[in-house]
């Protein structure tokens, strides 16, 4: 289940009161970019695809934490009967299923970090996880990005970036680009 467009603009602009920051504009870009490429594929509805780029982050409601919006992201959508925008919250950050390659720090609870990874090894990945992923790599929060300038973006402030992790994300952004038959910059208005 997941809330309505509505519905979610409100748990956002409730969720940055709590904890505001350039995470809020993020969301919002990403959830553009995210809605234009669903658009452009015919299996995609372009309202679920918005929902769930606007609540990716939602986790960031509850204070400054690295790996620890994850697992707050998808309690909190759990707890509100959106199992479809907790699934996000929890894949959006995991390309390939598996804290391994996390950027940034592990301020989790052993707790937490169970909840993650207990469900990273039965959750099946769709063609909306996989956007959401793709568009978290090129939403900074003033705008679109080109992939490699965000993900630099990302090993400059954190002092690497998986190598594997860099290369899914480009191959994210070929699939969608074969997918649409498009350039993915035209598609979401990168300039």
């Known amino acids: 289940m997941l809330p309505t467009r509505e ?39 372009s309202d679920k695809a918005y929902i769930l780029g606007l609540l990716h982050d939602i986790g960031r409601k509850f204070g400054v934490r690295h790996l620890g919006h994850v697992s707050d992201g998808y309690s909190y959508m759990r707890s509100l009967g959106y199992d479809e925008a907790a699934k996000v919250c ?58 490699e300038e965000r993900m630099n973006d990302v090993k400059r402030r954190y002092g690497s970036y998986p190598q594997e992790k860099w290369d899914n ?11 649409m038959g498009k350039d993915i910059y035209t598609v979401v208005g990168k300039v």
Not at 19 to 24: E, H, K, V
Not at 118 to 124: A, Q, S
């Open 7 to 45: 519905e979610a603009l409100k748990l956002l602009e409730e969720a940055e009161k709590c904890n505001p920051g350039a995470w809020g504009n993020h969301s919002r870009i990403a959830a553009r970019c995210a809605e234009k490429i669903a658009r452009e594929c015919n299996d995609l509805d």
């Open 90 to 147: 929890l894949t959006h950050s995991f390309n390939k299923l598996t804290t391994d390659v996390y950027i940034g720090k592990f301020d989790t609870t052993d707790e937490e970090l169970r909840l993650i990874q207990d469900n990273l090894k039965t959750v099946v990945i769709d063609e909306y996880d996989k956007l959401i992923q793709l568009c978290d790599s090129i939403a900074g929060s003033e705008g679109v990005l080109d992939i």
């Open 169 to 179: 994300n480009l191959k994210l952004k070929r699939y969608f680009e074969e997918k």
